[in-house]
């Protein structure tokens, strides 16, 4: 028979891996979309590779915060690719409650108490609120897969043009 302490051991393992793939897969992402949007807006005021990769490396990603460069990217997109927010009209808005997730994943430690862990033990993907030490918005399993594919999304159509220099 399983001791009780080897139980709440194997839960808190369970649980720290379970909170690692949450973070690690939401911040990645997250990471492959900024970058995706710093491409898109070096590549509309640099003109050759070089510069575009001066540009993002030495001012966009060091400097520019992602809300200020979602800001940059909006009025680019209205100005030069209006096709784009037809298509995805709820973009600005999506993406500021990516970045929302992202600084909450990324900034907020989990509650690895022994309460913690038990509020976790029955949930594959728990809702945010009960994984870290805060009052914050609560996501579900169904709330982070749905950003995921957001991500996801907005990160291949702008990849899309990316290639096809829109």
Known sequence: MENKENIIDSDFDIFI???????????????????????????????????????????????????EKLNIFSVIIEKYNPDFLKEYPSFHSDIKKIIEHRTV??????????????????????????????????????????????IHTYTTAIDIMIRIGK
């Open 17 to 67: 891996n379970t909170v690692f793939e949450i973070r690690g897969k939401l911040l990645q992402t997250c990471i492959e979309l900024e970058l995706k949007m710093d491409g898109y807006i070096a590549e509309h005021f640099c003109e050759t590779e070089e510069k575009i990769i001066e540009f993002g490396s030495i001012v966009l990603a060091p400097r520019i915060s992602w809300g």
């Open 105 to 150: 994943f990324a900034h907020y430690p989990a509650d690895t108490t022994i309460t913690g862990v038990e509020r976790f033990k029955n949930t594959r993907m728990p809702e945010t609120s009960k994984i870290v030490y805060a009052s914050i918005p609560s996501s579900s399993n169904e709330d982070i897969n749905s950003i995921l594919m957001g």
